[in-house]
Protein backbone atom coordinates (compact mmCIF):
# COMPACT_ATOMS: atom_id res chain seq x y z
CA UNK A 1 0.00 0.00 0.00
CA UNK A 2 1.49 3.76 -0.76
CA UNK A 3 2.91 6.09 2.07
CA UNK A 4 3.12 9.31 1.60
CA UNK A 5 5.32 11.24 4.16
CA UNK A 6 5.27 15.36 4.26
CA UNK A 7 7.99 16.49 6.45
CA UNK A 8 8.30 19.22 8.12
CA UNK A 9 4.41 18.74 9.83
CA UNK A 10 4.92 22.29 10.87
CA UNK A 11 6.89 25.21 9.55
CA UNK A 12 6.26 29.10 10.53
CA UNK A 13 8.39 31.75 8.31
CA UNK A 14 8.41 35.49 8.41
CA UNK A 15 6.96 37.27 5.22
CA UNK A 16 9.13 36.84 2.07
CA UNK A 17 10.82 34.13 2.59
CA UNK A 18 11.51 31.41 -0.22
CA UNK A 19 10.46 27.85 1.11
CA UNK A 20 10.18 24.09 0.33
CA UNK A 21 7.53 21.70 1.43
CA UNK A 22 8.86 17.59 0.64
CA UNK A 23 6.42 14.86 -0.14
CA UNK A 24 7.81 11.48 -0.51
CA UNK A 25 6.36 8.26 -1.47
CA UNK A 26 6.99 4.85 -1.29
CA UNK A 27 5.12 3.45 -4.48
CA UNK A 28 6.85 4.94 -7.61
CA UNK A 29 3.42 3.34 -9.74
CA UNK A 30 1.48 6.14 -9.76
CA UNK A 31 -0.46 8.05 -12.32
CA UNK A 32 -0.44 11.89 -10.82
CA UNK A 33 0.63 13.79 -7.89
CA UNK A 34 -1.05 16.69 -6.74
CA UNK A 35 -0.56 19.19 -4.20
CA UNK A 36 -3.29 20.96 -2.40
CA UNK A 37 -4.23 23.46 0.30
CA UNK A 38 -6.79 23.30 2.93
CA UNK A 39 -8.12 26.23 5.34
CA UNK A 40 -10.58 25.04 8.05
CA UNK A 41 -14.19 24.74 6.52
CA UNK A 42 -13.39 25.30 2.89
CA UNK A 43 -12.06 21.72 1.71
CA UNK A 44 -9.13 21.52 -0.03
CA UNK A 45 -7.98 23.22 -3.03
CA UNK A 46 -6.13 21.92 -5.88
CA UNK A 47 -2.71 23.90 -6.18
CA UNK A 48 -0.61 21.64 -8.98
CA UNK A 49 -0.90 18.49 -10.65
CA UNK A 50 2.23 16.94 -11.96
CA UNK A 51 1.66 13.87 -14.17
CA UNK A 52 3.55 10.84 -13.75
CA UNK A 53 5.19 11.51 -17.22
CA UNK A 54 5.84 14.91 -15.54
CA UNK A 55 9.21 16.74 -13.93
CA UNK A 56 7.34 19.70 -12.47
CA UNK A 57 4.58 21.89 -12.90
CA UNK A 58 4.64 26.17 -11.93
CA UNK A 59 1.51 28.23 -10.93
CA UNK A 60 2.34 31.85 -9.95
CA UNK A 61 4.93 31.67 -7.09
CA UNK A 62 4.12 28.12 -6.89
CA UNK A 63 6.33 25.25 -8.43
CA UNK A 64 6.26 21.66 -7.93
CA UNK A 65 8.73 19.10 -8.72
CA UNK A 66 8.33 15.38 -9.31
CA UNK A 67 11.05 12.87 -8.91
CA UNK A 68 9.07 9.15 -9.86
CA UNK A 69 12.57 7.02 -9.44
CA UNK A 70 13.41 8.27 -5.65
CA UNK A 71 9.83 8.76 -4.56
CA UNK A 72 9.62 12.57 -3.73
CA UNK A 73 8.08 16.11 -4.26
CA UNK A 74 8.95 19.28 -3.69
CA UNK A 75 6.73 22.22 -3.44
CA UNK A 76 8.29 25.49 -3.75
CA UNK A 77 6.71 28.82 -2.69
CA UNK A 78 8.22 31.98 -3.35
CA UNK A 79 7.95 35.00 -1.81
CA UNK A 80 5.55 33.88 0.67
CA UNK A 81 2.74 35.91 2.04
CA UNK A 82 0.76 35.90 5.39
CA UNK A 83 -2.59 34.85 3.21
CA UNK A 84 -0.40 31.68 2.53
CA UNK A 85 -1.00 30.36 5.94
CA UNK A 86 -2.52 26.87 5.71
CA UNK A 87 -2.06 23.25 5.62
CA UNK A 88 -0.47 21.95 2.35
CA UNK A 89 -1.02 18.48 1.65
CA UNK A 90 0.61 16.11 -1.50
CA UNK A 91 -1.45 12.92 -2.73
CA UNK A 92 -0.43 10.40 -5.58
CA UNK A 93 -3.07 8.93 -7.39
CA UNK A 94 -3.10 5.16 -8.88
CA UNK A 95 -4.77 3.77 -11.92
CA UNK A 96 -7.69 2.85 -10.10
CA UNK A 97 -8.06 7.01 -9.31
CA UNK A 98 -7.31 6.57 -5.84
CA UNK A 99 -5.95 8.83 -3.92
CA UNK A 100 -3.23 8.60 -1.13
CA UNK A 101 -2.95 11.37 1.22
CA UNK A 102 0.39 12.84 3.34
CA UNK A 103 -0.39 13.77 6.70
CA UNK A 104 -0.08 17.65 5.61
CA UNK A 105 2.47 20.88 6.73
CA UNK A 106 0.72 23.20 8.76
CA UNK A 107 2.48 27.04 7.45
CA UNK A 108 2.27 29.71 9.05
CA UNK A 109 3.98 32.71 7.65
CA UNK A 110 4.28 35.91 9.95
CA UNK A 111 3.68 39.22 9.30
CA UNK B 1 -13.96 23.55 -12.77
CA UNK B 2 -16.31 22.31 -10.36
CA UNK B 3 -18.42 23.05 -6.98
CA UNK B 4 -19.51 20.74 -4.81
CA UNK B 5 -21.43 21.39 -1.65
CA UNK B 6 -22.38 19.43 1.87
CA UNK B 7 -24.39 19.35 4.21
CA UNK B 8 -24.53 19.92 7.29
CA UNK B 9 -21.24 22.11 7.81
CA UNK B 10 -21.10 20.76 11.42
CA UNK B 11 -23.00 18.71 13.83
CA UNK B 12 -23.01 17.56 17.35
CA UNK B 13 -24.30 14.08 17.96
CA UNK B 14 -25.11 11.98 20.58
CA UNK B 15 -23.38 8.51 21.06
CA UNK B 16 -25.51 5.98 19.47
CA UNK B 17 -27.65 7.60 16.43
CA UNK B 18 -26.87 8.29 13.14
CA UNK B 19 -26.20 10.99 10.69
CA UNK B 20 -26.53 11.32 7.32
CA UNK B 21 -24.26 14.01 5.03
CA UNK B 22 -25.10 14.89 1.30
CA UNK B 23 -23.00 15.79 -1.36
CA UNK B 24 -23.98 17.79 -4.57
CA UNK B 25 -21.60 18.36 -7.30
CA UNK B 26 -22.60 21.12 -9.78
CA UNK B 27 -21.56 18.44 -12.75
CA UNK B 28 -22.75 14.88 -13.69
CA UNK B 29 -19.74 12.56 -12.29
CA UNK B 30 -19.13 9.19 -12.75
CA UNK B 31 -17.39 8.33 -9.78
CA UNK B 32 -17.86 10.17 -5.98
CA UNK B 33 -15.54 9.39 -3.15
CA UNK B 34 -15.71 9.79 0.73
CA UNK B 35 -13.27 10.85 3.01
CA UNK B 36 -12.66 10.74 6.38
CA UNK B 37 -10.20 12.91 8.09
CA UNK B 38 -9.90 12.32 12.31
CA UNK B 39 -8.42 14.90 14.20
CA UNK B 40 -4.93 15.89 13.20
CA UNK B 41 -4.39 13.42 10.59
CA UNK B 42 -4.15 12.87 7.34
CA UNK B 43 -7.82 12.07 4.71
CA UNK B 44 -8.61 8.55 4.49
CA UNK B 45 -10.50 6.76 1.66
CA UNK B 46 -13.69 5.21 3.35
CA UNK B 47 -15.36 4.45 -0.33
CA UNK B 48 -16.25 4.71 -4.04
CA UNK B 49 -19.44 5.89 -5.48
CA UNK B 50 -20.50 4.83 -8.36
CA UNK B 51 -23.94 5.65 -9.95
CA UNK B 52 -26.44 2.71 -10.56
CA UNK B 53 -24.00 0.45 -8.71
CA UNK B 54 -23.06 -0.63 -5.14
CA UNK B 55 -20.31 1.84 -3.30
CA UNK B 56 -16.81 -0.06 -3.04
CA UNK B 57 -15.39 0.36 0.72
CA UNK B 58 -12.09 0.55 1.35
CA UNK B 59 -10.42 -2.08 4.00
CA UNK B 60 -11.53 -1.19 7.72
CA UNK B 61 -15.19 0.92 6.53
CA UNK B 62 -18.22 -1.87 5.94
CA UNK B 63 -21.84 -0.80 4.53
CA UNK B 64 -23.72 -1.43 7.57
CA UNK B 65 -21.63 1.44 9.22
CA UNK B 66 -21.19 4.29 6.73
CA UNK B 67 -24.11 3.13 4.13
CA UNK B 68 -23.65 5.61 0.67
CA UNK B 69 -26.31 6.26 -2.01
CA UNK B 70 -25.72 7.78 -5.33
CA UNK B 71 -29.58 8.22 -6.54
CA UNK B 72 -28.06 10.41 -9.63
CA UNK B 73 -25.25 11.48 -11.23
CA UNK B 74 -24.80 14.89 -8.79
CA UNK B 75 -25.72 13.73 -5.56
CA UNK B 76 -24.94 11.42 -2.82
CA UNK B 77 -25.30 10.56 0.96
CA UNK B 78 -22.73 9.27 3.69
CA UNK B 79 -24.52 7.80 6.75
CA UNK B 80 -22.46 7.70 9.60
CA UNK B 81 -24.40 4.59 11.96
CA UNK B 82 -24.48 4.06 15.58
CA UNK B 83 -22.17 6.72 16.29
CA UNK B 84 -19.44 6.27 18.65
CA UNK B 85 -17.03 9.07 19.87
CA UNK B 86 -14.47 7.62 17.43
CA UNK B 87 -15.76 9.06 14.59
CA UNK B 88 -15.58 12.39 15.38
CA UNK B 89 -13.97 13.52 12.69
CA UNK B 90 -14.60 15.34 9.26
CA UNK B 91 -15.86 13.74 6.63
CA UNK B 92 -15.09 14.68 2.83
CA UNK B 93 -16.52 14.24 -0.52
CA UNK B 94 -14.82 14.75 -3.59
CA UNK B 95 -14.98 14.03 -7.30
CA UNK B 96 -12.77 13.76 -10.61
CA UNK B 97 -13.28 16.18 -13.47
CA UNK B 98 -10.35 17.77 -14.90
CA UNK B 99 -8.69 17.38 -11.58
CA UNK B 100 -9.59 16.58 -8.55
CA UNK B 101 -12.63 18.53 -6.37
CA UNK B 102 -13.24 18.30 -2.87
CA UNK B 103 -16.49 19.73 -0.79
CA UNK B 104 -15.45 21.87 2.41
CA UNK B 105 -16.43 19.02 4.46
CA UNK B 106 -18.70 18.28 7.34
CA UNK B 107 -17.08 18.38 11.19
CA UNK B 108 -19.25 15.98 13.21
CA UNK B 109 -18.97 14.80 16.56
CA UNK B 110 -19.70 12.77 18.45
CA UNK B 111 -20.46 13.06 22.46
Known amino acids: KQEVTQIPAALSVPEGENLVLNCSFT??????LQWFRQDPGKGLTSLLLIQSSQREQTSGRLNASLDKSSGRSTLYIAASQPGDSATYLC??????????FGSGTKLNVKP | SAVISQKPSRDICQRGTSLTIQCQVD?????MFWYRQQPGQSLTLIATANQGSEATYESGFVIDKFPISRPNLTFSTLTVSNMSPEDSSIYLC????????FGPGTRLTVL
Open chain 1, 27 to 32: DSAIYN
Open chain 1, 91 to 100: ATKNNFNKFY
Open chain 2, 27 to 31: SQVTM
Open chain 2, 94 to 101: SANLDTQY
